[in-house]
């Protein structure tokens, strides 16, 4: 009995170092605050964007496209991630019209015209831009293109109907890729 005593108080021993070392690592990581949430760079995209109140909106789209999965991968993906006042911005009805289940392809698309494949963070965009003459032009995953400029220290983002983002927090790193915070949602054809 008193072996079986010492073997459980050693194993909850055990645990509570265990948990407190795992605590310590989320404790020492460099984390970006979002949306009123610290975002952990061993956390992937979906886990972190859940956290942020800003982006509530973005994360039930995401949920209706069917995209969580992708986004919960391997990747590694850029997300421009528009916020809530983004979303907002668009035509009223135009969310809530998406949202619904017989417009999934076009919510997909609009949504995967925010990622591109790789992570590029705010260095790499700058010297594509730099390379580029002032702008360059990226590919996303819907097979859409973006192009990318500097409006003073801020890198911009032109969508192919012709409006205009702004990054507003770059290089959120996650474990699968980079978030950069968008003040507005950008538009394929």
């Known amino acids: 009995m008193k072996q079986?005593?010492?073997f459980a108080l050693l194993f909850i021993t055990l645990f509570v170092i265990n948990a407190s070392f795992g605590q310590g690592k989320m404790a020492t990581e460099k984390t970006v605050a979002v949306g009123g949430a610290a975002m952990?760079?061993?956390?992937?995209?979906?886990?972190?964007?859940?956290?942020?109140?800003?982006?509530t909106t973005l994360v039930a789209a995401v949920k209706a496209a069917g995209l969580v999965e992708t986004l919960?991968?391997?990747?590694?993906?850029?997300?421009?991630?528009?916020?809530?006042?983004?979303?907002?911005?668009?035509?009223?009805?135009?969310?809530?019209?998406?949202?619904?289940?017989?417009?999934?392809?076009?919510?997909?698309k609009i949504l995967t015209y925010h990622v591109i494949a790789g992570s590029w963070d705010?260095?790499?965009?700058?010297?594509k831009i730099k390379a580029g003459n002032g702008t360059a032009e990226l590919t996303t995953v819907s097979g859409g293109k973006l192009w990318v400029s500097m409006k003073g220290?801020?890198?911009?983002?032109?969508?192919e109907k012709g409006g205009w983002a702004t990054v507003t927090i770059k290089n959120v790193y996650q474990s699968n890729g980079v978030i950069h915070v968008i003040d507005h949602v950008v538009m394929p054809k």
């Open 153 to 159: 220290n801020k890198i911009v983002l032109k969508d």
């Open 40 to 55: 952990y760079p061993s956390k992937n995209i979906i886990e972190n964007a859940m956290n942020s109140k800003d982006h």
């Open 4 to 6: 079986i005593k010492s």
């Open 72 to 108: 919960q991968g391997a990747g590694p993906f850029t997300v421009f991630a528009p916020t809530n006042a983004a979303f907002d911005m668009l035509p009223k009805g135009t969310v809530e019209t998406l949202l619904k289940p017989e417009n999934k392809a076009m919510l997909t």
């Open 122 to 127: 705010s260095r790499a965009i700058a010297e």
